[in-house]
């Protein structure tokens, strides 16, 4: 009984003070005196000493107390690793290990709910997607997305309902598909772009039986297809010709406020944005000390930050560009025009750091989730050549031999192709962690047990994709599984692109991009891997992120002039 008491009273004075609050502070300050003062001895000891007192309260005695009094009932779950309901250290340690949503998804296999954290759930059944994305959920958006976001939310990690369908309503009618396909002939130029540079680069037909000879890997496909997504993006988006497709690079402005400019890479600093956050924010409340301490102890995250800090001068760069074209008058049709003012003229009256934000999302999630979605696609029919033939001929009854661009209207309803870009998303969703969802303060209910209020709960749709009772033989690249009726019924389950009211607004301009390309040069090009076995490293941030993919590549000889 006594126990019980003194673990409550030691709560309740936590929560009057707010202990945590102050050991950030004085954990930032200690450290900062720590870095300062190293060489001095006697100085060191001392701050090593209170910096290891804050530490072990915080990390140690707080997290314990809290664990043991479990004020919520999560106990009852089992943990992900010995220590997820005490601390969300081990889910950063795990965030750290390039691939943590496949040991997420072989820990949920005998255990529907996982403790990822002190206060996180992660649910592996797929019955779980509408009670925690569906239309009618009452979550909303975790702390994820405010810890990560600047000062302006964009409408992927706005939190407020109210705020997200304005957001969407300004943005709604850019992202409708008819829109888009009056933008088709801006991605049918990237395409033919693309397919130029693959022409100045092919090699002579591979012999069969022959490996490709290392100075004929001429095409990293993985650069190649990010820049035509870059390149894509910034015209439908901004009416910006950035080039990256003509020149083979991804060099690009980024501009602090005082307008200097330099240049910098597109595709280093985007990447660099991405893995900084994902690695640290997993800790919500120690998120910026987190942040603040990687910079001061660690050389490699200095890196990270500087790029992180290169990427908004990409987008402020971007912006400004735009911006002075809209100024001078220029009626130009794109999702930036669609942000000034609706369809009769009628000004939005948005803040600039608002329109930054949208931007922002816009030229990161509108082109690296494409294009991984692409690399993956063709990595798949390459190992399963049966599948390659069969698309092939699909759309070979279409496009006749003197056709480069396949038309986005030809290919949008076929079937088998369709099928191979689903189940490459499926295989591997390039957008793979568990989206984080944050229950009502009263509460809520998921398959059918109460979860108490403001506590994160999530799925990965890695883990959902690869649900053998929802997907039978789950490791296959089969595209068949996405035909007919057995097809239909396997879509509630796939969720690459989220569901319910904030699934991505942005899945038709993916879906545009990915047909016409894939379709284009798979009836022109053949393609080659270094050897059958070959794989890419893959490692995870906020996105499934594929490495580098080299092949061989060469005219079809039928096509051939």
């Known amino acids: 009984m006594s126990k019980t008491l003194n673990s409550a009273a030691l709560w309740n004075v936590y929560r009057l003070l707010d202990i945590q609050t102050r050991l950030q502070h004085a ?112 979550c909303v958006k975790d702390r994820f997305y405010s810890e990560t976001g600047g000062t302006h939310a964009h409408l992927a990690d706005v939190v407020d309902k109210g705020q997200h369908a304005r957001k969407r309503k300004v943005l709604a009618s850019a992202y409708a598909l008819k829109n888009l396909e009056e933008w088709e002939y801006k991605v049918g130029d990237m395409t033919e772009r693309l397919v130029k540079a693959f022409d100045e680069r092919c090699t002579e037909p591979l012999l069969p039986g022959q490996l490709p000879k290392e100075e004929d890997l001429k095409v990293d496909y993985r650069m190649w297809t990010n820049l035509y997504t870059i390149a894509a993006i910034a015209s439908i988006g901004l009416s910006e010709d950035l080039r990256f497709l003509d020149q083979g690079s991804d060099l690009v402005k980024s501009e602090i406020r005082d307008g200097n400019v330099k240049h910098v890479s597109f595709r280093e600093c985007q990447s660099a944005a991405g893995r900084v956050t994902y690695n640290l924010v997993w800790a919500y409340d120690w998120y910026q000390t987190l942040a603040r301490i990687s910079k001061l102890a660690s050389s490699t995250y200095r890196r990270l930050w500087k790029l992180n800090d290169d990427w908004n001068g990409v987008i402020l760069n971007r912006g400004t560009t735009r911006l002075k074209r809209y100024l001078a008058g220029e009626k130009l049709d794109d999702f930036f025009a669609a942000m000034m003012e609706d369809k009769n003229g009628k000004p939005h009256n948005l803040e600039w750091g608002e329109i930054l934000a949208e931007i922002s999302i816009m030229m990161n999630a509108g082109s690296d989730t494409t294009a991984i979605s692409l690399r993956n696609v063709m990595f798949f029919l390459l190992k399963n050549p049966q599948c390659m033939e069969k698309l092939r001929a699909e759309i070979d009854t279409v496009l006749d031999k003197d056709e480069v661009i396949a038309p986005y209207a030809k290919f949008k309803h076929f079937p088998y192709l369709r099928a191979c870009l689903d189940e490459s998303l499926r295989m591997l969703p390039p957008v793979i962690f568990a989206l984080p969802r944050r229950t009502p303060p009263e509460g809520t209910t998921i398959l059918g047990e109460y979860i108490p209020g403001d506590t994160s709960v999530s799925m990965s749709a890695y883990v959902v994709h690869h649900n053998e009772s929802i997907f039978k033989d789950h490791s296959v690249y089969r595209p068949e599984r996405w035909l007919g009726e057995a097809g239909k019924a396997l879509q509630p389950y796939f969720i690459p692109f989220s569901t319910g009211a904030r699934g991505c607004i942005g899945r038709n301009i993916s879906y545009l991009e990915q047909t016409v390309l894939l379709a284009s040069l798979v009836h022109r090009f053949e393609f080659a891997l270094p050897q059958p076995e070959w794989n890419p490293h893959i490692p995870e941030t906020t996105n499934l992120s594929p490495g580098p993919m080299p092949l061989k590549i060469w005219r079809r000889q039928s096509l051939s002039v």
């Open 27 to 138: 954990t930032i300050s200690l450290f900062t005196l720590f870095i300062e003062h190293r060489r001095k001895p006697t100085m060191y000891v001392e701050i090593l000493a209170a910096l290891f007192l804050y530490l072990f309260t915080s990390y140690v005695v707080i997290p314990i107390t809290t664990y043991y009094r479990d004020p919520k009932g999560l106990h009852r779950y089992p943990n992900f690793y010995k220590l997820s309901g005490i601390s969300d250290l081990p889910y950063i340690y795990e965030a750290h290990k390039s691939f943590r949503s496949r040991n997420l998804y072989e820990a949920h296999k005998n255990r529907p709910i996982l403790r990822v954290g002190p206060n996180s759930l992660s649910y592996g059944n797929p019955r779980a997607i509408k009670d925690i994305y569906g239309h009618g959920t009452a």
